[in-house]
């Protein structure tokens, strides 16, 4: 029977044109609990069931990408607020990110992204492969990368080698330990504080000197509930662009993760990933990278790597 069930779910998530490698463990033990198979007669009223839940659990769906690969990013440096642009390879990600979501179909009726040119430029590359160059757009400084503070401008490995791998992974993966703050005097102070973008926000008090991913999250979160989720209630088809930190924290809040949990989340350059989720906003599919397991596993191996030794 237990042979049979797992038939039933593979054919149900085949035919929704999912890959249940990726979707097997969210939704085994719920079918499981909602499906009771009496006999092999019974084989298709049992389909039915199957492909009924997995269709009435997923309610919204919205797809979240990081920025590809930015200038900073590939000389290693914490970047933060300053605004680098993308590299060579960062643009060619972007423009794999939209091929990707174009030959799964998708598309989308608004897209939200940070003031940072990085992650417009991610965004304006996909939207053009998947032909809504005009899409309305929403930009807000609350999707921004966590800001870096006085780390801003620092090569990652040299870091490491002065103050030790243990103390730059507690920087950058930490939930509440924020970096040294980025004073008057630091470099890249007025080039980040004096930017006419942020002159409708954030507020000089609350414009951070540092934050820790509980004080990103502090800020991304108001506008995933007053903003996104509003939208999404609507049956608006959303695409975020952002930054690796402003999303580890919405995928924190999605999936309940602890904070020691997080820690070990790096997200990928440039590989767009799909949440499904039910009526109340809980995921039934979490993190469906579109692109094959062993690119994004690599991808990930190389962002976790940037804060050691070389």
Same mark, same amino acid.
């Given at each position: ?28 033990? =719920? ?8 006999? *092999?007669?019974?084989?298709? $009223? ?11 659990? !997923?309610? /919204? ?29 960062? =643009?060619?990600?972007?423009? !794999? ?19 940072? $040119? ?6 304006? !590359? ?32 040299? $870091? ?9 992974? @507690? ?6 330990? *924020?970096? *040294? ?6 470099? /890249? ?8 973008? /942020?002159?409708?926000? *954030?507020?000089?008090?609350? &414009? ?30 959303? @695409? @975020? ?5 402003? +999303?580890?924290? @919405? ?21 767009? &990933?799909? /949440?499904? +989720? ?16 062993? $690119? ?15």
């Amino acid at each position: 029977m237990e042979a049979l069930r797992m038939v039933l779910l593979n054919v149900a998530l085949w035919w929704r044109g999912k890959e249940e490698s990726l979707i097997r463990e969210q939704l085994s033990t =719920k079918v499981s609990n909602h499906i009771e198979l009496c006999a *092999p007669c019974d084989l298709f $009223t049992n389909y039915l069931s199957v492909w009924n839940l997995v269709e009435n659990m !997923s309610k /919204y769906r919205i797809v979240m990408v990081r920025h590809g690969e930015s200038e900073w990013n590939k000389l290693n440096l914490f970047c933060g607020w300053y605004d680098s642009n993308l590299s060579d390879k960062g =643009k060619s990600e972007a423009v !794999s990110a939209g091929k990707a979501l174009k030959e799964a179909g998708y598309t989308f009726d608004v897209a939200h992204t940070s003031v940072l $040119t990085r992650a417009q430029e991610t965004l304006k !590359s996909i939207l053009k492969e998947i032909g809504q160059e005009d899409l309305p757009v929403q930009k807000t400084w609350r999707l921004n990368e966590r800001h870096y503070g006085g780390l801003t401008g620092m090569n990652k490995a040299e $870091t490491a080698a002065k103050y030790g791998e243990e103390q730059v992974q @507690i920087w950058r993966r930490s939930f509440d330990v *924020p970096p *040294p703050p980025m004073e008057s005097d630091h470099k /890249y102070y007025d080039t980040i504080v004096k930017d006419p973008r /942020y002159a409708d926000g *954030p507020k000089p008090e609350e &414009f951070p000197k540092f934050e820790s991913l509980k004080l990103t999250i502090e800020r991304t979160l108001p506008y995933w509930n007053e903003t996104i989720i509003p939208q999404l209630k609507e049956g608006k088809k959303i @695409i @975020i662009a952002a930054h690796g930190n402003s +999303l580890r924290g @919405i995928v924190k809040h999605l999936d309940q993760m602890s904070n020691e949990q997080i820690m070990g989340l790096n997200l990928p350059t440039g590989i767009p &990933f799909v /949440y499904e +989720l039910d009526e109340n906003f809980k995921p039934v599919v979490s993190m469906k990278f579109l692109g094959d397991e062993e $690119t994004v596993k690599a991808a990930m191996a190389a962002v976790a790597a940037q804060g050691k030794v070389k």
